[in-house]
C-alpha cells in the first residue's frame, strides 16, 4: 500500500489560508468516506483536526476545514496562526481493514 | 481526558525482540478499536496493526507481519505490541491510537524504538 501524496512543505503569513492536498487512489482516498488529518507537534501526541473529510471534532477551530473531490482530499487552514506551525497528516481508510497515511506536509507559519 | 502511555521502549540489537504496553485508564478501553502506528525518523506516519474490541480479530501491515504481534488485556486496560525479529528499518517512535469510525481519535505520546548494534 503506497502513501498517500502530500506537499512536503507549506508556508503562510499570519491571517493568511493556506490548503494541503492528499492524493491517494481508487482504493483508498476515492472509495472510502474516511478520510482523517493529523496536526502533530513534534514529541508531542498527534491531534485529530478533521474526520469523515469534512467533519471536526469537537475543540478544533474553525478555521480548520477538509474537503474531498475525487481521489484528492483538502485541508485548509485560514486566518493562519503561529500555533498552527506543525507537521500535518492526511489517513484514509484503505479496505481490507488497513490505513494508509500521507507522508506529511510541514507548515512554516511565516 | 483521554489519556494513552506507551512504554517499553528501547534499544535492542538486530534479530532481538521488544514488547510495547500502551496504557488506557480513562475509557471504556475494551468498547474500542485500538491501533499501532509508527514513525521512523525524519519520516511520515504509517501504520502498522489494529486489534477489535475483543481481540479476535486483528491486522497487519505487510511490513510487519509475521514479526509483530498485536494484543490486548481489558481486564488491565491495555494494547500491547510483541516485536521479534527486529531489523534496523523498525527504529522508529511507536504510537497506540484509539480508533472511532475509521478515524484515530486519541494518541499517545509514543515509544521509541531503536534497533542498533
Known amino acids: 500500500q503506497s502513501a498517500l501524496t502530500q506537499p512536503a512543505s507549506v508556508s503562510g503569513s499570519p491571517g493568511q489560508s493556506i490548503t494541503i492536498s492528499c492524493t491517494g487512489t481508487?482504493?483508498?482516498?476515492?472509495?472510502?468516506?474516511?478520510v482523517s488529518w493529523y496536526q502533530h507537534h513534534p514529541g508531542k501526541a498527534p491531534k485529530l483536526m478533521i474526520y469523515e473529510g469534512t467533519k471536526r471534532p469537537s475543540g478544533v477551530s474553525n478555521r480548520f476545514s477538509g474537503s474531498k473531490s475525487g481521489n484528492t482530499a483538502s485541508l485548509t487552514i485560514s486566518g493562519l496562526q503561529a500555533e498552527d506551525e506543525a507537521d500535518y497528516y492526511c489517513c484514509s481508510f484503505a479496505g481490507s481493514i488497513t490505513w494508509v497515511f500521507g507522508g506529511g506536509t510541514k507548515l512554516t507559519v511565516l | 481526558e483521554v489519556q494513552l502511555v506507551e512504554s517499553g521502549g528501547g534499544l535492542v540489537q538486530p534479530g532481538g525482540s521488544l514488547r510495547l504496553s500502551c496504557a488506557a485508564p480513562?475509557?471504556?478501553?475494551?468498547?474500542?478499536?485500538m491501533h499501532w502506528v509508527r514513525q521512523a525518523p525524519g519520516k511520515g506516519l504509517v501504520w502498522v496493526s489494529r486489534?477489535?474490541?475483543?481481540?479476535?480479530?486483528?491486522y497487519y501491515a505487510d511490513s510487519v507481519k509475521g514479526r509483530f504481534t498485536i494484543s490486548r488485556d481489558n481486564a488491565k486496560n491495555t494494547l500491547y505490541l510483541q516485536m521479534n525479529s527486529l531489523r534496523a528499518e523498525d527504529t522508529a517512535v511507536y504510537y497506540c491510537a484509539r480508533m472511532v469510525n475509521y478515524h484515530f481519535d486519541y494518541w499517545g505520546q509514543g515509544a521509541l524504538v531503536t534497533v542498533s548494534s
Open positions: 480513562e475509557f471504556t478501553f475494551s468498547s474500542y478499536w
Open positions: 481508487s482504493s483508498d482516498v476515492g472509495s472510502y468516506n474516511f
Open positions: 486489534i477489535n474490541s475483543d481481540g479476535y480479530s486483528i
